[in-house]
């Protein structure tokens, strides 16, 4: 075949081109991660209504993205209430955070900076994810929650982006009665909030008795 006749002829050619594989066997993986997300969202008998601390399900997903900003040499700041409370799927919470964290590094260059809040403010729930990576131009900001939308096609294939993370994002905001909002500006970053009515501090359950 081709492939023997290039690893045996020029290993160099044979090295290049194998790199790409596994580089779209990875972006195919992530794209397949995206469907099955959004499948499990679109499944009506799983609507969130369980009481879900967004700050604890938020430092779990800090935790997962840390090692990837580390590679890029990136500040992750975070400052996160110690409990903020909605009803709804820690699963599907945890699914919009990570989504937020993934896209603000695959969008900063090395060296750069990524922080995420969260905290209750006016009975609602806010998550925000801010990075000063390469922003968004104003006439694809209104577009930017669609799926499969990339406002650089090139770009986002290189980086391993499947063009469906915010639009989970979204999904997730809204099978909780939020929102999602984007504040960017070409070359100097993007601000993502998201922002869910928050509930009253989860009930203690009542202690067996002997």
Do not use: C
């Not at 967004?54 to 580390?70: F, H, I, L």
């Not at 131009?137 to 915010?166: C, I, K, M, N, W």
Request: negative net charge.
């Amino acid at each position: 075949s081709a492939i023997s006749h290039a690893v045996h002829d020029d290993p160099e050619i044979a090295e290049r081109f194998s790199g790409k594989l596994v580089a779209e066997a990875d972006r195919l993986g992530r794209l397949i991660s995206d469907l099955l997300d959004l499948s499990r969202l679109e499944d009506p008998a799983r609507v969130p209504d369980e009481p879900v601390d967004v700050s604890d399900v938020t430092r779990a997903e800090v935790e997962r993205v840390e090692p990837e900003a580390a590679e890029k040499a990136m500040t992750v700041d975070a400052d996160i209430a110690p409990e903020v409370w909605v009803r709804g799927d820690a699963q599907q919470l945890g699914v919009l955070v990570r989504n937020l964290l993934e896209n603000a590094v695959r969008y900063t260059p090395e060296g750069g900076t990524l922080a995420i809040e969260v905290l209750e403010d006016r009975a609602e729930a806010i998550i925000r994810v801010t990075d000063d990576g390469v922003g968004i131009p104003l006439e694809a900001q209104a577009r930017l929650f669609e799926r499969f939308y990339r406002v650089d096609r090139a770009r986002s294939r290189d980086r391993g982006g499947t063009g469906l993370g915010l639009a989970i994002v979204k999904h997730v905001a809204e099978l909780h009665q939020g929102t999602v909002e984007v504040e960017s500006e070409l070359g100097r970053g993007s601000r993502f909030t998201v922002r869910i009515p928050a509930t009253a501090r989860a009930e203690p359950r009542p202690a067996l008795s002997e």
